[in-house]
């Protein structure tokens, strides 16, 4: 599946290719009322990959959910990714989207690192996580996905957080906060200071990450984090995810999703797999041996 | 409609020091001030496509000219006749042709890449071009010659004077603003471009701008290149609202 934020509504991709040939479509960071985002400048490309402090523009949740019914024609799976700066803020966002059958969960957004208060401030206080999904567990029947932050010292001590509130999983990473500095002018490049940190360049981080939440907890987990192609997920897919989803790199290659689809199957298929459950996890088990 | 192609590089040739001019097999139905999204790489290093700005578009052709700015471009400018290149296009806004005779168009630097392909357009549909063409230096004038030859009136200004007149170009451009009944369009840096905006604006010219930004997707997804705009919404893409917007609403004051 796309991961949040680098896929829009769907619209922007669907010229490419079938989104039916997707898991789910993760669309964009939905907050109750719209938002405008962070002045320009936005971006800044990196070695290895690209800053981004969007800010989380988005049309808010009525204007999403016209989006989300439009993109019932292609019949995937609609996740949404919510965002806010209060526990009330996240609740209103589902209380619009709820009746949704095309929605089939939500992705909590706790890790934004673009948006001052709220967003990633949820996301680093294992108490505070525990609390905040236990509020929302009780404001729908829909999936909890939890989307964690890297961006803290322990990211077990809060995936444990989100499973004893009661999500139904987790996705893991978003993206690292960093910053970039344009010699020429002298000045930092992106208008908010900080961005953050996508593409090639994180994905040994998101593996170690996932690595060590699939230990950590028993709830599935959704492996992010630099992916750019089968090898890439497989490698997520072997470190425990039960899933994987494409950033940046939809960026760069439109098609980088179903190429990514059609690699994990031709894995599978040449090594004798009936399965992709065959192969989650499979390199801990080898190296535990 | 915008699509991925793989098109095979006919031509790649210099211009002027650190300026390539790229010629492609095939046209891909691209308007003018349109762009593409160029894979310099087939790894993912550098990250993004670069976009660059359609120079010139036929059904049998696609001509790019740019600027070798950093290490994208540098090995966009490796490529050579019979090799390929993976691009994403046309994408974005083209330049609207107006009920107005007659044509100001004012180019700033690379500026100009763009530009050519709407004189064409322009003297195709019979208008009366004056083409203001600004530059550092003589060097940086590039294809003056052709560009030359698409203008009912043309006009050199450079920073050193090695070439024209030593002005700036909206100087130069200002009293055709100011005296001919004519749609203004103008690409090249910030300033220029703001200047040429208030000076239609004060003549009440309708003017139309290219516009720079850094892009990630170039498809409207990722909300990276936005600008501040006049209006309803605070925000405007550049991918696909623009590269090109109405003068009035991305400069205001």
């Not at chain 1, 400048?41 to 959910?65: C, H, K, S, V, Y």
């Not at chain 1, 894995?267 to 190296?287: D, H, P, Q």
């Not at chain 2, 699509?3 to 095979?8: E, I, P």
Request: hydrophobic share 45%; with cysteine.
């Amino acid at each position: 599946m796309p991961a949040s934020g680098c896929f829009g509504y769907g619209e922007e991709y669907a010229p490419f290719f079938d989104l039916s040939r997707l898991g789910a479509v993760v669309v964009k960071g939905t907050t109750a009322e719209p938002c405008a985002g962070n002045p320009p400048p936005r971006l800044a490309e990196t070695t290895g990959g690209m800053l981004n402090a969007i800010g989380l523009q988005n049309p808010g949740a009525a204007a999403a959910r016209e989006k989300i019914v439009a993109l019932q024609q292609w019949s995937v799976p609609v996740i949404v990714n919510v965002s806010g700066h209060s526990a009330a803020q996240y609740r209103a966002v589902i209380e619009v989207l709820d009746d949704l059958s095309a929605l089939a969960a939500y992705e909590i957004n706790i890790s934004c690192p673009n948006v001052k208060a709220g967003g990633m401030a949820f996301g680093t206080d294992p108490a505070v996580v525990a609390a905040l999904v236990r509020e929302l567990r009780c404001a729908t029947k829909k999936p909890l996905i939890i989307k964690l932050s890297p961006n803290v010292t322990d990211v077990t001590a809060i995936a444990r957080a989100a499973a004893e509130g009661g999500a139904d999983a987790l996705s893991l990473i978003n993206t690292l906060l960093g910053m970039a500095i344009d010699i020429e002018r002298r000045r930092p490049v992106l208008a908010n200071l900080t961005g953050g940190l996508s593409g090639p360049a994180i994905k040994p981080v998101a593996l170690r990450m996932v690595w060590q939440v699939t230990s950590a907890v028993e709830i599935p987990v959704i492996g992010m984090g630099g992916i750019t192609n089968a090898r890439d997920a497989i490698e997520f897919l072997m470190a425990g995810a039960s899933a994987v989803a494409i950033g940046a790199a939809n960026f760069t290659n439109p098609l980088v999703c179903p190429e990514t689809v059609e690699g994990i199957r031709s894995y599978l298929a040449e090594n004798g797999f009936a399965s992709v459950r065959e192969i989650v996890g499979l390199a801990k088990k080898e190296w535990q041996k | 409609m915008l699509k991925l192609h793989t098109l095979k590089i006919i031509k790649q040739e210099p211009v002027a020091p650190g300026y390539q001019r790229l010629t492609l097999a095939r046209g891909i139905a691209a308007q003018a001030g349109q762009f593409v999204q160029v894979r310099a790489s087939e790894t993912f290093d550098p990250f993004l496509r670069r976009p660059i700005s359609v120079h010139d578009a036929a059904e049998d052709r696609l001509v790019l000219l740019y600027r070798t700015v950093g290490r994208g471009t540098a090995l966009l400018a490796a490529k050579k006749a019979g090799e390929t290149l993976d691009l994403l296009g046309p994408l974005g806004s083209s330049f609207p042709l107006t009920d107005r005779a007659q044509a100001v168009v004012v180019a700033g630097g690379i500026g100009a890449a763009p530009l050519y392909y709407l004189l064409r357009t322009l003297k195709r549909a019979g208008k009366q071009v004056s083409f203001f063409y600004g530059a550092r230096t003589e060097a940086e004038l590039l294809l003056r010659e052709e560009y030359r030859a698409l203008a009912t009136n043309y006009s050199e200004a450079t920073d050193d004077g090695s070439a024209g007149s030593r002005a700036l170009v909206t100087d130069l451009a200002a009293p055709a603003i100011a005296s001919l009944d004519a749609t203004v369009y103008a690409c090249g840096p910030s300033p220029m471009l703001k200047e040429v905006a208030r000076l239609a604006d004060y003549y009440g010219r309708s003017c139309f701008v290219s516009l720079e930004a850094q892009l990630a997707c170039g498809v409207g997804a990722c909300l990276g290149c936005v600008v501040p705009v006049r209006g309803q919404e605070k925000y405007r893409r550049v991918c696909v609202d623009g590269p090109v917007f109405a003068a009035g609403e991305v400069f205001f004051c």
